[in-house]
């Protein structure tokens, strides 16, 4: 069964914010019988939804709208509803006491005066919102099904679902699955021209298809469909012997869909392995990706942001020579950063970042993009100079990257219980 998802805001398209609810429908849908056939991005004017919506109903049974729901005067989409499918907006007992639970449960008073939620197309049912105020609204015309949700990620995601799966009909749809396998140290293009040229169409045989190069390695993703669980489970039987027999087998550190910072985490938490970091060019991003991730505190103890000088010396002990005759941006800065955390902090492990990420700032021996990273355990402390390209922001996440995978190869050589 098919889903258009159409985000809805002059927002989303002037880059003040960035819609996170299609990653959320396209990691989620499949397991419940649903493919995320195309996402819109629209703004607050009628015409466009008008024609988003036209294209979702020829190409899909289920459409999901989010955005505009509000109480301001550019929250159209529930008039524009209402004159797409020729309805008129409507007050109805039932409509107002789901929003006065909507309120009570949150301690407050609903104004009929100020706010008009209880204002709703005709024939239209209101989803009930227990994140926020604003309720989401249900139709369905013959054999399509239409959800119109709050923008905002919490209350998108927990209505859909709480309130839309339940309501989706997905008897006569097939289950599907994204297997993804992720590697490293290997470039895309060789990955499919060189190491195993016949790797994409062997995959390509059992399901779709899709690769994401990273800065440290490619995820390659096979989604599988099937008329039942068994055939997924066949399926998925056929890609792993591909890849046990393919040259890039080597290269696969992981299988699954979680992320560096869970696959982080979840690795620290199966070897009972402490870390941290010290950052200078990266200013907490290490530690702010590893701490999204719930249970992390049981496994991250902490991180020491030492972007000036003055504080690698004094927090981290890093050598005025060392500064003086090598720079700040050197392998021999973050290999006395990483050390000197690893005391401070009394962790197993701690990576430490101290780089160069622009604009200005660079030179002919370290241009804009470089960055030393060290590694320090109790068997040994190592560090390197690497290099990027990017803006500042880019270059950020680039480093970042780098040095979480490096984390990763640092807890995967380490025996558990270290």
Known sequence: MNIDYIAIGNELLNGKISDLNGLFLAKNVGKNRLKLRKIHIVPDQESEIFMAINEAFENSDVIVLSGGLGPTLDDITKPTLAKYFSKKLVEKTEHLELIRKIYQEKNRDYDTNHYHYHRVPEDFALLFNNVGYAPGLYYQNKSKQIFSLPGIPAEFQTMFSKEVLPLIKTSNSKFSKNITFKTWKIPESKIFKQVDPDLWSNLNSIGEVASLPHTY????????????????????????????????????????????????????????????????????????????????????????????????????????????EHGAVSKETAFEMAYGARKQLGVDIVVSTTGIAGPGGGSKEKPVGTIGIGISSSEDTTSELYQFKGNRLSLKKRFSDYALFLLLEKINSLPAGH
């Not at 997924?232 to 040259?247: C, G, H, T, V």
């Not at 009972?272 to 950052?279: C, R, V």
């Open 217 to 324: 390695g490619v995820d390659i993703g096979v989604t599988i469909e099937g008329e039942t669980e068994n055939d997924l489970q066949i399926k998925e039987k056929k890609i792993m012997d591909i890849l046990n027999s393919s040259k890039v087998s080597d290269s696969i550190y992981y299988i699954g869909n979680e992320s560096l910072e869970e696959i982080i985490i979840q690795k620290a938490i199966e070897k009972n392995i402490t870390f941290g970091f010290t950052e200078s060019c990266t200013g907490g991003l290490l530690a702010s990706r590893i701490t999204d991730i719930s249970g992390c505190s049981s496994v991250f103890w902490g991180s020491i942001t030492a972007y000036d000088n003055s504080v690698k010396q004094n927090v981290l002990g890093v050598k005025e020579k060392t500064l003086i």
